[in-house]
């Protein structure tokens, strides 16, 4: 079994700035892909920032230039930098990991997500 703990949201003025965490543990051989999504009321999911093992990234267009993913594979841990908020950006985040177990197979786990509220 593993875990995804994430933390780190809150209410914040526009223009400021969060750090979301997503700590794993559990039955962990390796994690792969990692990856940061949120969903607004009414709306669907959608994938705001990915990371591999090996630190590429991606990101989607509406946080280019204001979000920094990263991870640190000694402590199972993502981050999500998160800097010039906006309206917009207020959401549920949730923490998405591929992982591998000491059982050598592969699961997708999520997060039970952390709120970010951003006001004017």
């Known amino acids: 079994q593993v875990q995804l703990v994430e933390s780190g949201g809150g209410l914040v003025q526009a223009g400021g700035s969060l750090r979301l965490s997503c700590a794993a543990s559990?039955?962990?051989?390796?994690?792969?892909?990692m990856g940061w999504y949120r969903q607004a009321p009414g709306k669907q999911r959608e994938l705001v920032a990915l990371?591999?093992?090996?630190?590429?990234?991606s990101y989607a267009d509406s946080v280019k230039e204001r979000f920094t993913i990263s991870r640190d594979n000694a402590k199972n841990t993502m981050y999500l930098q998160m800097d010039s908020l906006k309206l917009e950006d207020t959401a549920r985040y949730y923490c998405?990991?591929?992982?591998?177990?000491?059982?050598?197979?592969?699961?997708?786990?999520w997060g039970q997500g952390t709120q970010v509220t951003v006001s004017s």
């Open positions: 990371i591999t093992r090996s630190g590429s990234t």
């Open positions: 559990g039955s962990i051989f390796s994690i792969e892909d």
């Open positions: 998405n990991a591929l992982v591998k177990t000491r059982l050598l197979r592969t699961y997708d786990y």
